[in-house]
């Protein structure tokens, strides 16, 4: 008697543990995406579970690579002399996922990092709007907050918010105005 139930508090475990990786996976990421979509804010549909939007930024990349490749080699820019040639265009090659989505899905899009939901602005009136915010509170992210990385990022405007970040905010919004003489 003992023996079953022991195994079916094992079972029930083992279930509660499965729902709760299948909600905090899955279904936490899936109403975030939804609430965005529904404000208009769309994108990449993950691939990975754990891994989100990486596989497909490792695809994009490998994909940017080969066709850059293809195309120094076509026009003949490769040479033994200056075997690496340079780009200027580096956002576009370090980074070529958040161009190809920008064209798909529009300025502003989301993407997972991970487990991490990820919102890129590239709209300039809507960067202003976030900028100009005054709330104490603009979601920063978790591990800017810990105190694993205050010796690295310290109480910079970066890692801080609440008053802190105000009065910092204060600071250097003057370096932000042409106009100043």
Known sequence: MAAKIMLSVLIGG???????????????????????????????????????????????????MKLRAAKETKSGTISKDHPLTIAHDLTSTLFPHPVQWRND????????????????????????????????????????LSQDHKPLFGKGILASSGPIWSHQRMIIAPEFYFEKG
């Open 14 to 64: 083992f279930v509660l543990l499965l729902a709760y990786l299948y909600e905090s996976l899955v279904l936490k990421s899936k109403r975030l995406r939804s609430k965005l979509e529904k404000q208009g804010i769309r994108g990449p549909s993950p691939s990975s579970i754990l891994l989100g939007n990486i596989p497909d930024m490792n695809r994009i990349k490998l994909k940017e």
């Open 105 to 144: 899905y529009g300025p502003n899009f989301t993407y997972l990092s991970g487990r991490i939901q990820q919102l890129t602005l590239t709209d300039v009136e809507t960067v202003r709007e976030v900028s100009l915010c005054k709330s104490l509170h603009l979601g920063k992210p978790a591990y800017l």
